[in-house]
Nanobody, 132 residues
């Protein structure tokens, strides 16, 4: 069992920055933080969920959607079992509920933010509102 809790959401003006945290708690024996792919997704009412980024197990390689590339950065602190999503130069259309998710070991070596079905556990989400 894996529990994820996001924090850091809130209101920010266009052009501003915000860092989200995803704290991971493990309740499954023999499962470690670095066994997990961690993905970030966002969704607004009436629209499809959008994968924006992920960071891979073991090697820590990150990947980004075009909408996030160059502005968002995913990192992790294994000692704290926490994944961060730093968002810079925020735009109004970045407004969404942001959710982190964890994928337990599978065949894929690298994470895929375009495949949410691969993720086993999901956080509750945190609202990010970009507005002046």
């Amino acid at each position: 069992q894996v529990q994820l809790v996001e924090s850091g959401g809130g209101f920010v003006q266009p052009g501003g920055s915000l860092t989200l945290s995803c704290a991971v708690a493990l309740f499954t024996p023999d499962l470690t933080f670095d066994d997990l792919h961690i993905g970030w997704f966002r969704q607004v009412p009436g629209k499809e969920q959008e994968g924006i980024s992920c960071i891979s197990r073991n090697n820590g390689q990150s990947d980004y959607a075009d909408a996030a590339k160059g502005r968002f950065t995913v990192s992790k602190d294994s000692s704290k079992r926490t994944v961060f999503l730093h968002m810079a130069d925020l735009k109004r259309d970045d407004t969404a509920v942001y959710t982190c998710a964890a994928e337990t070991p599978h065949l894929w070596q690298n994470c895929h933010f375009t495949r949410p079905r691969l993720y086993n556990y999901w956080g509750q989400g945190t609202q990010v509102t970009v507005s002046s």
